[in-house]
């Protein structure tokens, strides 16, 4: 198990023990932090958005040109802005904190 620290819409963070694995919109999205994840990650939507925090976004690799792009296409994109479906979990992300945008 890794541990997430995720801050949801109203600043509360929350430590969620995540399997490793599966990617962090997989592991997030039935604990209701509004991430929608409506196209089954693949790359079709951004209803999974998340905001890594700065010091985590080296851990978390830098977005593919496909994912580029649909972040450019979203409102509130900031540079730590990914997509949650394209983040796997893995015990080198262990306290990997992030947010949900408001």
């Given at each position: 198990m890794?541990t997430?620290?995720?801050?949801?819409?109203?600043?509360?963070?929350?430590?969620?023990?995540?399997k490793?694995g599966?990617s962090?919109?997989?592991?997030?999205?039935?604990?209701n932090?509004?991430?929608?994840?409506?196209?089954?990650?693949?790359?079709?939507?951004?209803t999974?958005?998340v905001?890594?925090d700065?010091?985590?976004?080296?851990?978390?690799?830098?977005?593919?040109?496909e994912?580029a792009s649909?972040l450019?296409?979203i409102f509130?994109?900031?540079?730590?802005?990914?997509?949650?479906c394209?983040i796997?979990?893995?015990?080198?992300?262990?306290g990997?904190?992030?947010?949900?945008?408001?």
């Open positions: 890794t997430l620290y995720v801050r949801d819409a109203s600043g509360t963070q929350h430590r969620v023990d995540c490793d599966l962090i919109m997989e592991a997030l999205r039935p604990l932090f509004g991430i929608g994840g409506d196209c089954e990650g693949s790359i079709a939507c951004a999974c958005h905001w890594v700065e010091p985590w976004i080296a851990s978390t690799g830098e977005p593919s040109e994912e649909m450019d296409c509130q994109v900031r540079p730590t802005s990914r997509l949650s394209q796997s979990v893995s015990p080198e992300l262990d990997l904190c992030l947010s949900v945008p408001t």
